[in-house]
């Protein structure tokens, strides 16, 4: 069915103009597809054929390749059971490595802002004691104007 189909494609793809032969003709002159024959070993007549033993046998291999494989399985199973404990092993040791930094992440924080409160404060009272000598000086100049003043008054008072 494909070969006569492929024949088709050819014949309507590329008709040749010489040929005498027509699609038909191709078609029944080809050889049909043949299937190989297929034959079962056959087995000597002379000897008897133990069906019981070849049985066996074959229960013995594939009891033999079931055992393989489940020695693989839980060999696979038992490197995957220690990858997974070194991996639970790495995030604990993570997680306390970043709980560690963490801490001390905050102690910093805790003396930078303990300094910067001092320094503020500090700051404060310099500038608190530095109006409060500003303002004593300007109280002192006042008062001296003040009595300059009043002297003056006095010395006028006294001579006029």
């Not at 133990?50 to 046998?57: T, V």
């Given at each position: 069915c494909l070969l006569t189909e492929e024949h088709e494609v050819e014949e309507e793809q590329e008709p040749e103009e010489g040929s005498t032969q027509t699609f038909t003709d191709k078609i029944f002159t080809q050889e049909p597809f043949a299937m190989p024959n297929l034959i079962p070993p056959k087995i000597p007549d002379g000897e008897r054929v133990?069906?019981?033993?070849?049985?066996?046998?074959r229960m013995e291999k594939d009891l033999m390749e079931l055992q393989t494989l489940i020695e693989v399985h839980f060999e696979s199973r038992k490197k995957e059971e220690e990858?997974?404990?070194n991996l639970k092993d790495r995030i604990e040791k993570r997680?306390?490595?970043r709980a560690e930094q963490q801490r001390i992440r905050s102690e910093r924080d805790k003396e930078r802002q303990k300094r910067l409160e001092e320094e503020r404060a500090r700051k404060e009272e310099e500038e608190a004691k530095k109006r409060a000598e500003d303002d004593a000086k300007k109280k002192k100049t006042l008062t001296s104007l003040h009595f300059g003043g009043y002297m003056q008054k006095l010395v006028s008072s006294i001579f006029f």
């Open positions: 133990d069906f019981d033993d070849i049985h066996r046998k990858e997974l404990i997680r306390s490595e």
